[in-house]
């Protein structure tokens, strides 16, 4: 199983779109969630550090600039979508990677109380 550590970049770039209220609070993230097209388009347009920042883990030992480096994402490159943290709580607490699992919650948190939800 892999490993993964918080990406505190992604952190704080999420904290900074919801406090400028770029999210999305109801959505179903299976539907919305980018798929490899939509983030190979991405790719094309937007640096490693900037398509990074969508991903709040960082998976351990994986090359550097490749999507394999990157876990746990949190927006559709536009927008954080509040489905998408609360995949991330229960997929990281499903297979025990606590730190990814708390910074998602507590981004959830965050954006439920700017949100007034």
């Known amino acids: 199983m ?3 550590s ?3 970049d992604a952190v704080e770039f999420v904290r900074d779109l ?3 209220k770029q999210y999305v609070l109801d959505s ?3 539907e919305v969630q980018p798929d490899a097209e939509r983030q ?3 790719l094309e ?3 490693w550090d900037e398509y990074g920042r969508w991903f709040l883990g960082l998976t351990e030992g994986a090359t550097d600039e490749t999507k394999g480096r990157f ?3 949190v927006g559709d490159f536009r927008r954080v979508h509040r489905s998408a943290l609360i995949a991330c709580v229960f997929r990281a607490s499903e297979w025990h990677h606590k730190s990814v699992e708390l910074a998602a919650h507590e981004l959830l ?3 439920d109380e700017t949100s007034g939800g």
Do not use: C, E, M
Request: avoid cysteine; aromatic fraction near 16%; glycine fraction near 4%.
């Open 6 to 8: 918080v990406n505190h």
């Open 2 to 4: 892999a490993t993964y």
């Open 45 to 47: 347009h937007h640096s």
């Open 109 to 111: 948190q965050l954006l």
């Open 40 to 42: 190979n388009t991405y």
């Open 18 to 20: 919801i406090g400028k």
């Open 71 to 73: 876990a746990f994402a």
């Open 28 to 30: 179903r993230w299976d």
